[in-house]
């Protein structure tokens, strides 16, 4: 029996070292702790991890290597992490700079980080011609390598070749600005650049998995995309310039790695900053691109930010007037679960839904909760007409077609039923129909109704 415990505690124990191994494990330990809070940003995303005590633990899943910033308040350190690293970061709150410190992983890489930068090049740089430009760039990435290489990294370190690359990418970015920098600081609009420029942009084109996700090759190899895509590099508008380079470069990049960072990267960055509206067009590209499950789920992540008739949300407001013209909204209802069904006078599904509706109304009654019929008819008087004849249940609304409460919930088509919990929060923005037999389990296993 000793045998098989034991045996049992090993095999765990391989589990969650394995585990490890395939992820990067971070242990935080914050002396004299003034925030609740540390923070993670790395690939766009700021990542928040509450301290109990000054401490947590953070496992990051999916990914080779990385460069990332820890922020305590306004106070930041660089780090390079990858795949298998177990990494213990401590400091005092009080004297964050001095006392910051690194233990396991790759530590020598992390102290350069915090003690080599790469500056970006003067105004002046820009002035000069265009081949006395290319000429500074490729001095200031050997000097960059020189310094790097003095640290005498060992040749099979992962972090060598990172480095390298992004000093590569970081300098050869310069190229793409350099029309507009040069045209703009010179006021000189006679600037063409010929075989030479392009063939220098083409130099740095390569597919490299190892750096899929460093930012300074992405942004290169997004940026080339649209100048090298003839048929999109004239567009401008941005939605359909992401489009365009999404498109150019599914069709045109062979790794899949490098094709799933490149798009990954355009369409989180799109939504980010611009939202969900209208983008159909970039899901389809996305989802036809990228398969990776954790990169789908950042995605999803960012789009439900948007997302304003989310799960646990506080719902959209609605404003509606019942049959005596008497005004009310969802806050008159707080306080109770409430049951919304969405529907019009000339929707067929509707009226046979209404049956149900009542019965179901009847079976929950003097419970903590309220149904409410949202009619979105353009004829007031037919709804009217309806509701007066008798054959409703529960407090119905007029609110009229195209309201607020319709497009934040994007409601094309009705009848459509949605459950709040009594905070007026979302439970489910798309609720079982009252002739289905889930509703009432699933009206039942709310807590409080």
């Given amino acids: 029996m000793k045998n098989r415990i034991l045996s049992l505690l090993l095999f765990l124990l391989a589990a969650v070292n394995m585990h490890?191994?395939?992820?990067?494990?971070?242990?935080?330990?914050?002396?004299?702790?003034?925030?609740?809070?540390?923070?993670?940003?790395?690939?766009?995303?700021?990542?928040?991890?509450?301290?109990?005590?000054?401490?947590?633990?953070?496992?990051?899943?999916?990914?080779?290597?990385?460069?990332?910033?820890?922020?305590?308040?306004?106070?930041?350190?660089?780090?390079?992490?990858?795949?298998?690293?177990?990494?213990?970061?401590?400091?005092?709150?009080?004297?964050?700079?001095?006392?910051?410190?690194?233990?396991?992983?790759?530590?020598?890489?992390?102290?350069?980080?915090?003690?080599?930068?790469?500056?970006?090049?003067?105004?002046?740089?820009?002035?000069?011609?265009?081949?006395?430009?290319?000429?500074?760039?490729?001095?200031?990435?050997?000097?960059?390598?020189?310094?790097?290489?003095?640290?005498?990294?060992?040749?099979?370190?992962?972090?060598?070749?990172?480095?390298?690359?992004?000093?590569?990418?970081?300098?050869?970015?310069?190229?793409?600005?350099?029309p507009v920098s040069h045209t703009y600081l010179t006021q000189d609009t006679t600037l063409v650049l010929g075989k030479d420029y392009y063939d220098t942009l083409r130099q740095y084109v390569k597919e490299d998995d190892d750096l899929a996700d460093n930012d300074e090759y992405r942004n290169y190899m997004i940026e080339t995309a649209h100048?090298?895509?003839?048929?999109?590099?004239?567009?401008?508008?941005?939605?359909?310039?992401?489009?365009?380079?999404?498109?150019?470069?599914?069709?045109?990049?062979?790794?899949?790695?490098?094709?799933?960072s490149l798009i990954h990267f355009l369409a989180f960055t799109y939504v980010e900053g611009n939202g969900v509206e209208n983008i159909t067009d970039l899901q389809n590209l996305y989802y036809t691109y990228v398969t990776s499950p954790r990169l789908n789920d950042i995605f999803k992540k960012a789009c439900a930010k948007w997302d304003k008739a989310a799960v646990g949300r506080p719902s959209p407001m609605f404003k509606g007037v019942d049959v005596n013209g008497k005004e009310m909204t969802l806050r008159d209802f707080r306080g109770k679960y409430i049951y919304i069904d969405m529907w019009a006078t000339w929707c067929g599904p509707c009226q046979k839904e209404l049956p149900f509706l009542k019965k179901l109304e009847e079976k929950f009654k003097g419970r903590n909760i309220v149904f409410v019929g949202l009619s979105i008819d353009q004829d007031k008087a037919k709804w009217a007409a309806r509701v007066k004849s008798g054959a409703l249940s529960g407090t119905q609304l007029y609110i009229g077609k195209g309201s607020k409460f319709q497009s934040d919930y994007r409601i094309s088509g009705i009848p459509r039923f949605i459950l709040l919990d009594p905070n007026g929060r979302i439970v489910n923005p798309d609720m079982t129909r009252p002739s289905s037999e889930d509703t009432k389990k699933i009206l039942n296993s709310q807590p409080g109704l």
Wanted: no cysteine.
């Fill in 20 to 178: 490890a191994a395939e992820g990067i494990t971070i242990r935080f330990d914050v002396k004299n702790p003034v925030l609740s809070n540390v923070v993670l940003v790395y690939h766009m995303s700021v990542n928040e991890f509450p301290l109990t005590d000054g401490k947590a633990t953070v496992q990051l899943d999916g990914m080779d290597a990385l460069y990332a910033n820890v922020y305590y308040g306004e106070k930041t350190k660089n780090v390079y992490l990858q795949k298998g690293d177990d990494v213990t970061i401590s400091f005092d709150a009080n004297d964050f700079d001095n006392t910051f410190a690194v233990k396991g992983g790759n530590e020598k890489a992390i102290d350069y980080l915090n003690k080599i930068q790469l500056t970006g090049l003067p105004n002046e740089a820009y002035i000069q011609p265009w081949s006395e430009f290319k000429a500074t760039i490729d001095k200031k990435i050997a000097s960059m390598k020189r310094l790097l290489k003095a640290r005498k990294f060992a040749a099979d370190d992962k972090f060598l070749k990172m480095e390298e690359g992004r000093i590569t990418y970081f300098y050869a970015n310069a190229f793409l600005m350099y």
């Fill in 227 to 260: 100048v090298f895509d003839e048929a999109g590099k004239n567009i401008r508008q941005l939605y359909p310039k992401v489009l365009a380079e999404m498109s150019y470069i599914g069709e045109n990049t062979k790794s899949d790695k490098v094709r799933e």
